[in-house]
């Protein structure tokens, strides 16, 4: 079980120098912060509108420090938690190499529009080459306008191997 103190993200934001690290799962204050920021995420309209569960804010971190093959990137403005990305290691079987899909992208809502999110990504996309992953993936929901423009700035676009078949689609089928 997490045992932090939960941060408050409805602290005024005072724009600043953010600064981006890769979390440590075992560190009290980026746990707290990663748990805090995927709840933020999870209750805006882009996430579903939802806050986690009481089983998920306990159990995420030490799940995820469990998996080698996940990893999380932290932005900061100063003490203040302000974006987050969670990645997890696959693998491309075409390359046969590490790929890293990109799970979460979040900025808490006074912090969006400032450059934060691409900080992450940067950061997440310099762990990933390091591991030696060949490419990196992530989903958007086609109405988030500002996300996919986002995604194309830093290089993303839509996966497609012959054009004549169209652009990949995301599927999801929950198992409980």
């Known amino acids: 079980m997490?045992?932090?103190?939960?941060?408050?993200?409805?602290?005024?934001?005072?724009?600043?120098?953010?600064?981006?690290?890769?979390?440590?799962?075992?560190?009290p204050f980026h746990a707290s912060a990663l748990v805090s920021l995927l709840d933020a995420y999870a209750q805006d309209p882009?996430?579903?509108?939802?806050?986690?569960?009481?089983?998920?804010?306990?159990?995420?971190?030490p799940e995820l420090a469990a998996r080698p093959h996940a990893y999380s990137v932290l932005a900061f403005d100063g003490e203040q938690p302000v974006g987050l990305v969670n990645c997890i290691e696959g693998f491309s079987t075409f390359a046969c190499r590490p790929l890293v899909n990109v799970h979460d992208v979040a900025v808490l809502a006074e912090c969006r529009g400032q450059?934060?999110?691409?900080?992450?990504?940067?950061?997440?996309?310099?762990?990933?080459?390091?591991?030696?992953?060949?490419?990196?993936?992530?989903?958007?929901?086609?109405?988030?306008?500002?996300?996919?423009?986002?995604?194309?700035?830093?290089?993303?676009?839509?996966?497609?191997?012959?054009?004549?078949m169209g652009k990949a689609q995301f599927?999801?089928?929950?198992l409980d």
């Open 46 to 61: 882009v996430g579903g509108s939802e806050a986690l569960s009481e089983f998920t804010k306990a159990n995420l971190v």
């Open 115 to 164: 450059g934060v999110a691409e900080q992450m990504l940067a950061l997440a996309e310099t762990i990933a080459r390091a591991r030696g992953a060949c490419k990196l993936t992530l989903e958007v929901l086609a109405g988030n306008a500002s996300a996919i423009r986002l995604y194309a700035r830093m290089g993303f676009a839509g996966y497609e191997l012959d054009p004549a």
């Open 171 to 174: 599927f999801q089928k929950w």
């Open 2 to 27: 997490l045992e932090s103190t939960h941060i408050n993200l409805e602290a005024k934001h005072r724009p600043g120098k953010v600064q981006v690290c890769q979390a440590d799962y075992h560190n």
